[in-house]
């Protein structure tokens, strides 16, 4: 493992710590010759999956040949390996904006469904009655409860709503349980 790191520092000497932990994992999915596995596969009971880019042929790292040491193979695997930190990153970017492109797909698709009415003191309303969405007997239960008349709308979006009687409600409903009547 020593002669390995030394070999895939490539005269950078200072560089071995950052490429130690890359050591370690290429000797654990190299198979050995007494087993015939990977310590990593016996450990697991599969085979790694390496972060191996093969569109852009990240995996092509020059001198793999036939009857090489072990030293020499896992030399080439760190190097392999290396690579990691900046496919990591390039994928991040591409999740990121797979996200936005997602997202905007959501709102075009779903924009009738995201647009929340705006009520006004004194409009009639329909209360979702959220708590039985988690009930297995849900089903013969009310939906919605009221109508409600409107009080007004608090600072961070909720709504004061009060009874026909005119008794106000001591909590304030969320805007998404809120249905016009």
Avoid at 141 to 168: A, C, H, M, Q
Wanted: with cysteine.
């Amino acid at each position: 493992l020593r002669e390995a790191l030394v070999k895939a520092c490539e005269g950078q000497i200072s560089r071995w710590p950052e490429l130690l932990p890359l050591a370690v994992f290429a000797d654990r999915i190299s198979i050995r010759r007494s087993t015939g596995f990977s310590p990593y596969f016996l450990l697991h009971g599969v085979h790694p999956i390496l972060p191996m880019d093969l569109r852009e042929s990240t995996f092509m790292v020059q001198g793999f040949r036939s009857n090489m040491s072990h030293t020499e193979l896992l030399a080439l695997r760190i190097r392999q390996l290396e690579r990691k930190p900046r496919d990591i990153a390039r994928a991040a970017e591409v999740l990121r904006n797979t996200r936005l492109t997602s997202k905007e797909q959501f709102e075009k698709r779903f924009a009738h469904r995201l647009q929340r009415e705006s009520f006004e003191s004194g409009d009639l309303v329909l209360v979702r009655n959220s708590a039985i969405e988690r009930e297995m007997n849900r089903k013969h239960k009310p939906r919605y409860l009221g109508p409600y008349e409107i009080v007004r709308r608090t600072r961070n979006g909720s709504y004061v709503i009060r009874e026909l009687n005119g008794d106000i409600a001591r909590e304030s409903v969320a805007a998404f349980r809120l249905l016009a009547y």
